[in-house]
């Protein structure tokens, strides 16, 4: 419960950002990240100029997503509006990916994948290409802005807006032809709407990444907040073996000391600006680069790594109680990880299932109910129906209605006497279909018939069906 | 959280033991914060905002969404005006065979209909319910013929309406008032009924009689009526008001007729081909 105590002293209320300096360190896990940054920018850079031919009328670009048509191209699957639950049940198996691998590493996708983290190491490597390591980045910061400040920093801010472009491109080459649209972008004849998307994608990309930085995994980013939900004392998380390195202290006289030299490498690449010696931490993304700093400098000293190590919450009662740590593979391996598991391979299996089963037309019927029913002067009765057959196909088909062959219902296209629908090339063709019963038959006097309305390509012979009713005159 | 943050003090408050740490805000974050109150100030000075009894505040951009509707509206009429003209021009036969005006001509009849049309003969074109005297517009049965002309010619001068001298003009006497006994009424019925299979009381032989004497100037020989009087057929399966036996013998005892507007005094040309095209293609077009 809250108690009534008033606050103990009066604060100012804002403070300005304290600036992080993140020093170079080499390692196996700064090595990772360099894969998976070289990896994921890759995919994300290139992917739009794979070429994958559909045929005459269809795109040439592997991956699309073309909002005028409105559709999605992946190499050989091809999403309509209809199907965007292939959309969500991707979206729900990534929400599920960050939950499993939250509960089994903690934040290994804040440390290694996120977006804003590799941009953020982008840019940082590009600062410290042009104004150096930590330390002259420091002594930059505290200078007075003479001309070469000016140089360093306008060179910098250069580079990252390059990169912020190139981003903002990559992303509007996903919306339409890639290399057309590279020609366009140059000479000017692109849509306003790429322009305008590359100018907001710069923007944020330089801001994000280059400016606000950690800032943006504190406070803007909602992730922190849910994630402690997923995690337990079995998760793997980046954590400082106090019991090994306490006291610490610096010199040659290492009696009564611990492991830690206090050599604050891990505080000065720690790209959050935080000292992983302080204990679990939001701020922190689990980088590793304090492991690879620190083991770097126990190598130096001659004392054994893992001082600063990838380790569960129960480790460290088992070493605290002078036990082992355990393998990841015990940790990993509990109820909880394997229901994530169970549950996204569920969404998966169902998705690649359903991409493989769904039908080949689609065909939608809406019966018209205004009115129901038309009396026609022979006394047969005609009801209407509302009906659309997607060609999924490059060319364009003949599509043919019927109620099945026996039936005594007479079925015409809207403004002729023919069953056919011909629509062109990957389209929704949209038409009226007329059932009529004849006059005196059962369906003509009965209130409602169930009917089933097929729609045959007359190309392939493929079929599907739409389940309806025939309403007659109810006497 | 660190330790170097502890010298910012608490806030006092206390949940089961966890305290709050009284951390300033960001700096950027008030910024924000302040920007987005000047935002708002300033959005509620250019936009229309603030209650006042008659309205609210017009706000200095002058917006409203009532005038972007208007101009909207002009937009799209401005656009459509080319086709629009060549649809007032063309002869109401060749609509369909051009794709461009008949696309054009059935959409904005379909919005024709739905203004001046349906109160009358229902949203759905159907005469609102079967035998009420409005016509069913979607069935093959017409009174006046049933091809583009013959609609074309109906939706502009209207019928009986007594405004437009080229009005379609007919009268089915009232056969109640002294023409017709009341056996005569009931045997005529009785035959009418029969031809569509019907039973009804009364005799059908003497039926046919009355009817050979008083009916067929109008409704032809077989009962199978007269487009040029819009005499209708009373040998098929429409009705228009009602085919039951009370709705009959009121027919023949009172001489219903039905009176349409003449719709050139309030459409202009392609609206009121643009509306025949429109019933035209909704079923039982000729």
């Known amino acids: ?475 | 959280m660190s330790d170097k943050k502890q010298d910012v003090g608490t806030t006092g408050h206390e949940w089961d033991g966890i305290k709050e740490f009284n951390n300033p805000l960001p700096r950027w974050w008030v910024w924000t914060f302040y920007a987005t109150i000047v935002w708002g100030i300033g959005y509620t000075i250019a936009y229309p905002a603030w209650p006042l009894i008659n309205g609210a505040t017009r706000g200095v951009l002058g917006y409203s969404t009532r005038t972007e509707v208007a101009s909207e509206i002009d937009r799209f009429a401005e656009m459509n005006a080319g086709i629009k003209a060549e649809l007032a021009a063309m002869d109401v036969t060749e609509i369909a065979a051009n794709e461009a005006v008949s696309n054009y001509a059935i959409q904005s009849g379909r919005a024709t209909f739905a203004t001046y049309c349906s109160q009358c003969h229902g949203a759905g074109a159907d005469g609102v319910a079967e035998g009420n005297g409005y016509p069913n517009l979607l069935d093959d049965d017409w009174l006046w013929g049933g091809d583009i002309e013959a609609i074309t010619y109906t939706v502009t001068h209207g019928i009986r309406n007594g405004t437009d001298d080229d009005a379609r003009f007919s009268e089915m006497p009232a056969f109640g008032d002294d023409y017709l006994s009341d056996e005569e009424i009931t045997n005529v019925v009785a035959y009418v009924r029969s031809l569509s299979g019907m039973e009804s009381m009364g005799n059908v032989e003497e039926g046919a009689v009355v009817f050979a004497d008083n009916c067929t100037a109008c409704h032809g020989e077989n009962a199978q009526g007269d487009r040029e009087q819009g005499a209708p057929n009373l040998a098929d399966a429409i009705w228009l008001y009602g085919g039951d036996e009370q709705s009959v013998e009121h027919s023949v005892r009172v001489g219903p007729k039905g009176a349409m507007p003449n719709w050139n005094a309030r459409l202009d040309e392609a609206q009121i081909k643009a509306v025949a095209a429109y019933v035209h293609q909704l079923g039982g077009g000729e």
Request: charged letters at 20%; hydrophobic letters at 45%.
């Open chain 1, 1 to 475: 419960m809250a108690t009534t105590d008033s606050p103990e002293s009066p604060q100012k209320l804002y403070a300005a950002r304290e600036p992080v300096f993140p020093r170079r360190v080499r390692g196996k896990f700064r090595a990772l990240k360099w894969w998976i940054m070289a990896l994921t920018l890759g995919v994300y850079y290139l992917t739009p100029w794979i070429r994958w031919d559909r045929g005459p009328n269809l795109p040439d670009q592997a991956v699309l997503v073309d909002l005028a048509g409105r559709r999605f191209f992946f190499f050989w699957i091809e999403i309509w509006p209809h199907e965007f639950y292939f959309i969500a049940g991707l979206l729900i198996m990534a929400g599920l990916g960050l939950f499993l691998f939250t509960s089994a590493l903690g934040r290994v996708w804040c440390g290694y994948a996120c977006p804003q983290t590799v941009w953020t190491d982008l840019f940082i490597l590009t600062e410290r290409w042009i104004e150096g390591d930590r330390n002259a980045r420091v002594r930059l910061w505290n200078a007075k802005w003479n001309l070469r400040k000016w140089r360093l920093r306008l060179s910098k801010w250069a580079v990252w807006l390059l990169i912020g472009a190139a981003t903002g491109g990559a992303w509007v080459f996903y919306f339409t032809d890639a290399p057309q649209l590279l020609g366009d972008l140059f000479t000017g004849n692109a849509h306003p709407v790429a322009y305008t998307t590359i100018a907001i994608m710069t923007f944020t990309t330089f801001f994000f990444g280059g400016v606000a930085r950690e800032q943006i995994c504190i406070y803007a980013c909602p992730w922190p907040r849910i994630q402690a939900a997923m995690m337990d004392e079995d998760t793997v998380v980046v954590a400082y073996r106090d019991w090994r390195g306490e006291p610490r202290g610096r010199g040659k006289q290492r009696e009564g000391l611990g492991d830690c030299i206090d050599c604050n490498a891990c505080v000065n690449v720690c790209p959050m600006g935080i000292d992983i010696r302080d204990g679990q931490q939001l701020e922190c993304i689990t980088c590793a680069l304090c492991i690879d700093a620190c083991d770097e400098m126990m190598d130096k000293v001659g004392k054994p790594r893992g001082l600063i190590d990838y380790i569960a919450l129960k480790d460290e009662v088992h070493e605290r109680a002078g036990g082992h740590k355990r393998s990841l593979i015990k940790h990993v391996l509990r109820p909880r990880v394997l229901l994530y598991t169970f549950l996204w391979a569920a969404i998966g299996v169902a998705l690649t299932v359903m991409l493989f089963v769904r039908p080949v037309i689609d065909l939608t019927v809406r019966p018209v109910r205004n009115p129901t029913f038309v009396t026609l002067s022979d006394g047969s009765v005609r009801n209407t129906y509302e009906v659309g057959v997607r060609n999924k196909h490059g060319e364009s088909r003949p599509f043919y209605f019927t109620l099945g062959i026996d039936s005594p219902f007479m079925v015409n296209v809207e403004g002729t006497v023919e069953t056919m629908l011909s629509v062109p090339a990957d389209t929704e063709g949209k038409t009226r279909l007329y059932v009529t019963a004849p006059a005196g038959t059962d369906m003509a006097r009965d209130d409602r018939t169930e009917i089933r309305i097929w729609v045959i390509d007359g190309v392939t012979g493929d079929r599907t069906f739409h389940d309806t009713v025939f309403n007659g005159r109810g006497q």
